[in-house]
């Protein structure tokens, strides 16, 4: 059941920064995207990182398939894509500059192709994020939990290398050519297309006798179990702004497919936040969250903290019970 009260919809965000890290150049659209737009309208900075370029994937949108100039170039139409998705959440974007590996299919997979990001040493990528960590100065981040939302190698990848860099950007021993240390405060997991939301979509749409996409996804969830979400911004205003980003990675989203069957005022009205599982974080986590600047009183005390060297983890929601 979402929350209703948005006790951070008055605070202003001015000087604070949240670093968003995906695997592929789409991901950020549909993963934590009204969030992010939220925090840019209410003055943060919102920094995208996408690991790969997404040159491996599939052109999903049926209308487009057999367009000659995606054919011919898809990593620079991927490019192009993800140029507009930031402009339409006013995110700033880094790609990490690694090669998409793919999504293994057959019996038994195949083996990942050479050189593919999920193959790369994990020193490799962790300096590439620790680098993009040092120069932003993100006070939050955000990521995918271990099974990477579903296990895409590069998802998964994106889980490790993420929490590899956490650890390594504050720790002044660790990649020291690579910039100043900085240690990010607080990490999450998206965890936007949870258990709870996806049921609730498709009750509320069954309920209007509408016809629901999500039956088997709801089917899978109560299979696998549900995560623990710890914080639900309140977001609704920005959902918009998140399909006009979907919207722009045309190759990846059918405007007529699943992503839209959920109308948008039925939507605000079901589950108007994005969810969030606090992961690790040097602040309290408090027990309702609706906001991931929660426990960060003001910008330059976070970064006071986050340059020093004494700090100890006050969560980790990894050992949790």
Same mark, same amino acid.
């Given at each position: 059941?979402?929350?209703?009260?948005?006790?951070?919809? &008055?605070?202003?965000?001015?000087? #604070?920064?949240?670093?968003?890290?995906? &695997?592929?150049?789409?991901?950020?659209?549909?993963?934590?995207?009204?969030?992010? &737009?939220?925090?840019?309208?209410?003055?943060?900075?919102?920094?995208?990182?996408?690991?790969?370029?997404?040159?491996r994937g599939d052109v999903l949108n049926e209308a487009l398939k057999s367009d000659i100039h995606i054919l011919r170039?898809?990593?620079?139409?991927?490019?192009?894509?993800?140029?507009?998705?930031?402009?339409?959440?006013?995110?700033?974007?880094?790609?990490?500059? #690694?090669?998409?590996?793919?999504?293994?299919?057959?019996?038994?997979?195949?083996?990942?192709?050479?050189g593919c990001f999920a193959l790369e040493p994990i020193a490799v990528t962790t300096e590439a994020l620790v680098r993009v960590i040092r120069e932003f100065r993100p006070h939050v981040m955000t990521t995918y939990d271990e099974h990477g939302g579903y296990p895409h190698p590069d998802h998964i990848m994106t889980h490790t290398v993420s929490?590899?860099? #956490?650890? &390594?950007?504050?720790?002044?021993?660790?990649?020291?050519h690579a910039g100043a240390p900085?240690?990010?405060?607080?990490?999450?997991y998206n965890q936007t297309h949870s258990g709870g939301r996806i049921r609730a979509f498709h009750e509320a749409l069954l309920a209007?006798?509408?016809?629901?996409?999500?039956?088997?996804?709801?089917?899978?969830?109560e299979k696998r179990g549900q995560?623990?979400?710890?914080?639900?911004v309140p977001c609704a205003d920005y959902f918009e702004a998140r399909d006009r980003a979907l919207l722009a990675h045309a190759t990846q989203v059918d405007p007529d497919g699943s992503w839209f069957k959920m109308p948008r005022d039925l939507e605000r009205r079901v589950w108007?936040?994005?969810? #969030?599982?606090?992961?690790?974080?040097?602040?309290?986590?408090?027990?309702?969250?609706?906001?991931?600047f929660a426990g960060l009183a003001t910008p330059a005390a976070a970064d006071e903290v986050a340059t020093r060297q004494d700090l100890t983890l006050m969560f980790d929601g990894r050992v949790a019970v």
């Open positions: 059941m979402p929350p209703t009260p948005d006790r951070a919809a &008055a605070r202003s965000y001015d000087g #604070f920064r949240l670093l968003a890290v995906h &695997a592929h150049p789409d991901d950020e659209s549909s993963k934590g995207a009204a969030t992010a &737009a939220r925090y840019v309208a209410a003055g943060a900075r919102v920094c995208v990182v996408s690991c790969t370029g997404g040159e170039d898809i990593a620079q139409v991927r490019r192009d894509e993800m140029a507009a998705a930031a402009a339409a959440l006013g995110v700033e974007h880094v790609w990490l500059g #690694f090669v998409d590996s793919g999504l293994p299919e057959g019996d038994p997979l195949p083996p990942l192709p050479e929490m590899s860099a #956490f650890a &390594a950007a504050g720790d002044p021993t660790a990649y020291p900085w240690q990010p405060l607080k990490l999450y209007q006798g509408l016809e629901s996409p999500y039956g088997e996804w709801v089917a899978s969830i995560r623990h979400i710890t914080t639900q108007p936040t994005e969810d #969030f599982e606090a992961a690790l974080s040097y602040v309290p986590i408090l027990e309702v969250e609706d906001d991931l």
